[in-house]
C-alpha cells in the first residue's frame, strides 16, 4: 500500500474476505476490505488531461462544422456607436452535438473500460464500492452530476473539487450519488 499522505483508504464490509483478498490484496482481521482511493492531484491532473482533450474536439467541431459569425453591440454613450466584431463559432446545433460528445466520451469509456485517458494514463480507474465494473446508470449518473460538480462555471468544478477534498473516501457528488470511486489502477 501506498504511503499515507499519498493515498486515503476506503474500507467497507466484505461479502467472503477470503475472495477479497484476492481481489484487493487486503483484507482486515475484522472483515473490512480496503481500497486505495485515488490522489487528488493525479486525479486533478487526468482531469486536465481529459479537458484538454475535448478543447481539440471543440477546435475540430468549430473547424468542420463552424460558421462565420458576426455581432454588433450598439452602445449608447454621449455619441452611440456600433461596435462589430467577426470570428468562427458553433451554431446552437453544432453546440448541442458537441455537449452529447463531451458527455459520451466519460460515460462511454467510464462504462465500457472504466477509465478516461486521463485516468488511463495516471493509473487510475472508476470502480463500484466492491471494485467491479461499473453500470451504464452509474457512468450516466457519475456524469451527468458534472453539472453541478463543475459550479460554478467562472472557477470551473469548484465545487466538486470542494466535496473532494472533504469527502473521507475521495468522492465527488457524482460519485456519491453513483456509488462509485476512482481508485488506483491494480
Same mark, same amino acid.
Given at each position: 500500500?501506498?504511503?499515507?499522505?499519498?493515498?486515503?483508504? @476506503?474500507?467497507? =464490509?466484505?461479502?467472503?474476505?477470503?475472495?477479497?483478498?484476492?481481489?484487493?490484496?487486503?483484507?482486515?482481521?475484522?472483515?473490512?476490505?480496503?481500497?486505495?482511493?485515488?490522489?487528488?492531484? *493525479?486525479?486533478?491532473?487526468?482531469?486536465?488531461?481529459?479537458?484538454?482533450? @475535448?478543447?481539440? @474536439?471543440?477546435?475540430?467541431?468549430?473547424?468542420?462544422?463552424?460558421? !462565420?459569425?458576426?455581432?454588433?453591440?450598439?452602445?449608447?454613450?454621449? #455619441?452611440?456607436?456600433?461596435?462589430?466584431?467577426?470570428?468562427?463559432?458553433?451554431?446552437?446545433?453544432?453546440?448541442?452535438?458537441?455537449?452529447?460528445?463531451?458527455?459520451?466520451?466519460?460515460?462511454?469509456?467510464? =462504462?465500457?473500460?472504466? !477509465?478516461?485517458?486521463? #485516468?488511463?494514463?495516471?493509473?487510475? *480507474? +472508476?470502480?463500484? @464500492?466492491?471494485?467491479?465494473?461499473?453500470?451504464?446508470?452509474?457512468? +450516466?449518473?457519475?456524469?451527468?452530476?458534472?453539472?453541478?460538480?463543475?459550479?460554478?462555471?467562472?472557477?470551473?468544478?469548484?465545487?466538486?473539487?470542494?466535496?473532494? !477534498?472533504?469527502?473521507?473516501? #475521495?468522492? *465527488?457528488?457524482?460519485?456519491?450519488?453513483?456509488?462509485?470511486? +476512482?481508485?488506483?489502477?491494480?
Amino acid at each position: 500500500m501506498r504511503a499515507a499522505n499519498s493515498t486515503n483508504v @476506503l474500507r467497507h =464490509w466484505s461479502v467472503d474476505s477470503s475472495e477479497a483478498a484476492t481481489t484487493s490484496g487486503e483484507t482486515g482481521d475484522d472483515g473490512l476490505q480496503e481500497h486505495e482511493t485515488s490522489n487528488v492531484g *493525479r486525479r486533478s491532473i487526468a482531469a486536465l488531461v481529459d479537458i484538454a482533450m @475535448l478543447v481539440v @474536439l471543440y477546435v475540430i467541431f468549430v473547424l468542420a462544422f463552424g460558421q !462565420r459569425l458576426h455581432a454588433r453591440l450598439y452602445v449608447r454613450t454621449p #455619441k452611440p456607436h456600433f461596435i462589430s466584431a467577426n470570428g468562427h463559432g458553433l451554431s446552437w446545433a453544432g453546440i448541442i452535438a458537441y455537449v452529447l460528445c463531451c458527455f459520451g466520451y466519460f460515460i462511454l469509456l467510464e =462504462w465500457r473500460f472504466g !477509465r478516461t485517458a486521463g #485516468k488511463l494514463l495516471f493509473g487510475l *480507474r +472508476v470502480t463500484t @464500492l466492491e471494485e467491479e465494473r461499473i453500470s451504464l446508470r452509474q457512468a +450516466v449518473t457519475r456524469n451527468l452530476l458534472r453539472a453541478v460538480d463543475g459550479l460554478p462555471y467562472v472557477i470551473p468544478y469548484l465545487m466538486g473539487f470542494g466535496i473532494l !477534498r472533504l469527502s473521507p473516501t #475521495k468522492q *465527488r457528488l457524482g460519485d456519491r450519488m453513483a456509488g462509485t470511486l +476512482v481508485i488506483d489502477s491494480v
